[in-house]
């Protein structure tokens, strides 16, 4: 049998004290006489007391409505106590506690609080209650709990919510059928989701993150979470890119975090139709070499129907996309042009192992309106053959064909003096000095071109060459001789029967001394011819529009020499019938600056005035004619050249005329 415990006083009353309030507790639940206390900001007819989040900014009001069956009689006192307890705890905590006067009046209901400092920062169901101990009783009778809910934990809590649901392509079709876009907010967890709100934002720019979104849209959430975007919200952006975000709003008025955006692609107006097959113009040879690249390979797309100017072209060459081409203003802008770059060109390119080294590349292309393609149907793209393979090293200048790992020439002469050939070697044949490469192939051939022109002999390689050989091929003295003296441009290529594409190596400057310079003579473009002989007469005289002067003009021919910036000098004299004296006072001298092509189209000059130069023939000559000597001067390898020259008869005695000379008043003209 245990034992008994000692008695202790003060225990003694403890266990008393506690059953009282037991049976107290028991009686009051047992009543149910008192009603719950109200919330005043809970949300109206919410079991659970919901709490609005703007009401835990402060104290939270109730009211306590009115314990007294009957007036009490003065000179007693009430009590009003007032506890709470967590939704998980079944002990409720003390409030406060107060008393009243029965002798004094008391305004029903109550106006009360509980402390911002009991709820800050908790949240979840409280329970809440008040007692009373009446004026005639000694025990305290309660009210029946009010359920009270703190909540400050939004939709998806601290987590970004997913994008809305992929609404796919829209467009002019989408958006008559509906008025606008229904988008579809993702499923989620929440208590009492049929009070969520959703605020959407529909912008042609991605909203800032971390920021709450000023909304196109707000509304309560229907219960399969679609929400409709009005037209007209979508009409105020351009096609492309649009972009959706969502906040979602509980019942308490948590506001979620900005949600992940959606990119949505809008395609406006009549779609791109009728798309027709690229062209590539530098295949229509069959197919895109190194030539082809250098030049640059272009991809062109015919015209479509319904086409906007800010539509793109997306070319597609093999797997690579190229960058988008904008179609652009114009009544005309087809063929939209494309520019395959040399990097795609390459990238898309692997030589096979073996001839012929062709790659078949598909190219095809789509039409963006805004973001939303339009590919062309696959029947309708194209194959195109593509050979980038070339024999020699590898060339770092890709795709130029002036390959550095290749060494330049070396010529050499009788004079055995490295890329000169002096004056002691004229009428000899030169030898052109090539240093092997590294790898080298069996078959490739060499050939030598000496001023742009191929020589005679080529070398073959027999496969039993090392890298650093030297193949020596022989230039002819007439190979020399026709491509002229000065700075003479060499160089070598590198081919071979199975690659279509040449290498060449840097070029060489040989000095060139052994070939004489001979600057073809100057010409007279309106000689006359009479008897089967040549000369300039009244017929020949010519008159300048631009201020009148009257004189022959001279054509200096087309040829490598004239250096467009650098000078030429032209000089005229009359001589007497013996070609040696010179007229007195003809003499005429022009410096001139050759301009750009005259290597290709010559220069003309103006022999003027005609009184000075020209009459004199007539009337200062010991025979009436005189011969005209026109030559002109080169600066040439820093050597002064003058050019061949020819002595035309000048015979001015016009008969017919009452002067005895050439009647100058009506003669032909130009500019």
């Given at each position: 049998?245990?034992s008994?415990?000692?008695?202790?006083?003060?225990?003694?009353?403890?266990?008393?004290?506690?059953?009282?309030?037991?049976?107290?507790?028991?009686?009051?639940?047992?009543?149910?006489?008192?009603?719950?206390?109200?919330?005043?900001?809970?949300?109206s007819?919410?079991?659970?007391?919901?709490?609005?989040?703007?009401?835990?900014?402060?104290?939270?009001?109730?009211?306590v409505?009115?314990?007294?069956?009957?007036t009490?009689?003065?000179?007693?006192?009430?009590?009003?106590?007032?506890?709470?307890?967590?939704?998980?705890?079944?002990?409720?905590?003390?409030?406060?506690?107060?008393?009243?006067?029965?002798?004094?009046s008391?305004?029903?209901?109550?106006?009360?609080?509980?402390?911002?400092?009991?709820?800050?920062?908790?949240?979840?169901?409280?329970?809440?209650?008040?007692?009373?101990?009446?004026?005639?009783?000694?025990?305290?009778?309660?009210?029946?709990d009010?359920?009270i809910?703190?909540?400050?934990?939004?939709?998806?809590?601290?987590?970004d919510?997913?994008?809305?649901?992929?609404?796919?392509?829209?467009?002019?079709?989408?958006?008559?059928?509906?008025?606008?876009?229904?988008?579809?907010?993702?499923?989620?967890?929440?208590?009492?989701?049929?009070?969520?709100?959703?605020?959407?934002v529909?912008?042609?720019?991605?909203?800032?993150?971390?920021?709450?979104?000023?909304?196109?849209?707000?509304?309560?959430?229907?219960?399969?979470?679609?929400?409709?975007?009005?037209?007209?919200?979508?009409?105020?952006?351009?096609?492309?890119?649009?972009?959706?975000?969502?906040?979602?709003?509980?019942?308490?008025?948590?506001?979620?975090?900005?949600?992940?955006?959606?990119?949505?692609?809008?395609?406006?107006?009549?779609?791109p139709?009728?798309?027709?097959?690229?062209?590539?113009?530098?295949?229509?040879?069959g197919?895109?070499?190194l030539?082809?690249?250098?030049?640059?390979?272009?991809?062109?797309?015919?015209?479509?129907?319904?086409?906007?100017?800010?539509?793109?072209?997306?070319?597609?060459?093999?797997?690579?996309?190229?960058?988008?081409?904008?179609?652009?203003e114009?009544?005309?802008?087809?063929?939209?042009?494309?520019?395959v770059?040399?990097?795609?060109?390459a990238?898309?390119y692997?030589?096979?192992?073996?001839?012929?080294y062709?790659?078949?590349?598909?190219?095809?292309?789509?039409?963006?309106r805004?973001?939303?393609?339009?590919?062309?149907?696959?029947?309708?793209?194209?194959?195109?053959?593509?050979?980038?393979?070339?024999?020699?090293?590898?060339?770092?200048?890709?795709?130029?064909?002036?390959?550095?790992s290749?060494?330049?020439?070396?010529?050499?002469g009788?004079?055995?003096?490295?890329?000169?050939?002096?004056?002691?070697?004229?009428?000899?044949?030169?030898?052109?000095?090539?240093?092997?490469?590294?790898?080298?192939?069996?078959?490739?051939?060499?050939?030598?071109?000496?001023?742009?022109?191929?020589?005679?002999?080529?070398?073959?390689?027999?496969?039993?060459?090392?890298?650093?050989?030297?193949?020596?091929?022989?230039?002819?003295?007439?190979?020399?001789?026709?491509?002229?003296?000065?700075?003479?441009?060499?160089?070598?290529?590198?081919?071979?029967?199975?690659?279509?594409?040449?290498?060449?190596?840097?070029?060489?400057?040989?000095?060139?001394?052994?070939?004489?310079?001979?600057?073809?003579?100057?010409?007279?473009?309106?000689?006359?011819?009479?008897?089967g002989?040549?000369?300039?007469?009244c017929?020949?005289?010519?008159?300048?529009?631009?201020?009148?002067?009257?004189?022959?003009?001279?054509?200096?021919?087309?040829?490598?020499?004239?250096?467009?910036?650098?000078?030429?000098?032209?000089?005229?004299v009359?001589?007497?019938?013996?070609?040696?004296?010179?007229?007195?006072?003809?003499?005429?001298s022009?410096?001139?600056?050759?301009?750009?092509?005259?290597?290709?189209?010559?220069?003309?000059?103006f022999v003027?005035?005609?009184?000075?130069?020209?009459?004199?023939?007539?009337?200062?000559?010991?025979?009436?004619?005189?011969?005209?000597?026109l030559?002109?001067?080169?600066?040439i390898d820093?050597?002064?050249v003058?050019?061949?020259?020819?002595?035309?008869?000048?015979?001015?005695?016009d008969?017919?005329?009452?002067?005895g000379?050439?009647?100058?008043?009506?003669?032909?003209?130009?500019?």
């Amino acid at each position: 049998m245990p034992s008994k415990p000692k008695y202790d006083a003060l225990h003694a009353r403890q266990v008393r004290e506690r059953y009282i309030r037991q049976q107290r507790e028991l009686k009051s639940q047992r009543t149910m006489q008192l009603v719950p206390v109200t919330v005043v900001d809970a949300f109206s007819g919410d079991a659970d007391g919901l709490l609005p989040i703007t009401a835990l900014t402060g104290n939270l009001a109730i009211k306590v409505e009115d314990w007294r069956p009957l007036t009490p009689p003065p000179g007693f006192v009430e009590e009003l106590h007032l506890e709470w307890r967590a939704g998980d705890s079944t002990a409720y905590s003390n409030l406060w506690s107060e008393s009243f006067q029965t002798s004094t009046s008391v305004a029903f209901p109550l106006d009360r609080f509980i402390e911002q400092k009991h709820f800050i920062g908790r949240e979840g169901l409280f329970h809440f209650r008040y007692g009373v101990k009446g004026w005639n009783s000694a025990f305290v009778e309660y009210s029946q709990d009010q359920p009270i809910t703190v909540d400050r934990t939004p939709p998806y809590g601290s987590d970004d919510p997913p994008a809305i649901e992929d609404p796919g392509p829209v467009n002019d079709t989408v958006l008559d059928a509906d008025k606008g876009v229904f988008v579809t907010v993702p499923d989620f967890v929440e208590d009492k989701k049929e009070f969520v709100t959703v605020a959407l934002v529909w912008s042609d720019k991605v909203p800032p993150p971390d920021k709450p979104i000023v909304p196109d849209v707000s509304r309560l959430l229907p219960a399969d979470r679609r929400v409709l975007v009005p037209r007209a919200l979508v009409d105020r952006y351009l096609s492309g890119d649009h972009y959706v975000a969502y906040e979602l709003f509980d019942k308490a008025g948590n506001r979620s975090r900005p949600s992940r955006v959606r990119t949505v692609a809008v395609a406006r107006g009549l779609l791109p139709a009728n798309l027709k097959p690229p062209v590539v113009p530098l295949a229509d040879d069959g197919l895109i070499d190194l030539a082809d690249a250098r030049t640059g390979v272009t991809v062109e797309i015919p015209r479509f129907d319904q086409y906007i100017p800010d539509d793109d072209v997306v070319v597609q060459w093999g797997a690579t996309k190229l960058t988008p081409k904008r179609i652009g203003e114009g009544s005309n802008p087809f063929p939209v042009r494309v520019v395959v770059s040399w990097e795609h060109l390459a990238a898309e390119y692997t030589a096979p192992g073996s001839a012929p080294y062709n790659v078949t590349v598909p190219v095809t292309y789509e039409v963006l309106r805004g973001t939303t393609p339009f590919p062309l149907p696959n029947a309708d793209g194209i194959e195109v053959d593509v050979n980038l393979a070339y024999p020699g090293p590898v060339n770092p200048g890709e795709p130029d064909p002036v390959n550095v790992s290749l060494d330049p020439v070396v010529v050499t002469g009788d004079s055995n003096t490295p890329d000169h050939l002096t004056s002691a070697d004229q009428g000899k044949d030169a030898l052109a000095t090539v240093t092997l490469y590294s790898p080298t192939r069996l078959g490739e051939i060499i050939t030598v071109y000496w001023n742009g022109v191929a020589v005679a002999e080529t070398a073959t390689l027999d496969g039993n060459e090392k890298p650093g050989d030297k193949v020596a091929l022989t230039v002819l003295w007439s190979e020399v001789e026709a491509g002229g003296a000065g700075n003479v441009p060499v160089y070598y290529t590198v081919t071979h029967p199975d690659f279509i594409n040449p290498q060449q190596s840097p070029e060489k400057r040989v000095k060139v001394d052994a070939v004489p310079i001979i600057l073809a003579a100057a010409t007279f473009p309106d000689i006359s011819t009479v008897g089967g002989g040549s000369l300039l007469n009244c017929e020949s005289l010519r008159k300048r529009t631009s201020d009148g002067q009257i004189g022959y003009r001279v054509n200096v021919p087309a040829s490598r020499y004239l250096i467009a910036g650098q000078e030429i000098t032209l000089n005229w004299v009359l001589k007497e019938a013996d070609q040696t004296a010179d007229v007195a006072g003809t003499e005429l001298s022009k410096d001139l600056i050759i301009e750009a092509d005259a290597d290709k189209n010559g220069i003309e000059w103006f022999v003027q005035p005609y009184s000075v130069h020209i009459l004199p023939a007539q009337e200062d000559t010991a025979n009436g004619w005189a011969y005209a000597h026109l030559v002109y001067t080169l600066t040439i390898d820093n050597r002064t050249v003058t050019s061949q020259f020819v002595d035309t008869v000048v015979g001015i005695q016009d008969l017919g005329d009452p002067s005895g000379t050439c009647d100058i008043t009506s003669l032909p003209e130009f500019p």
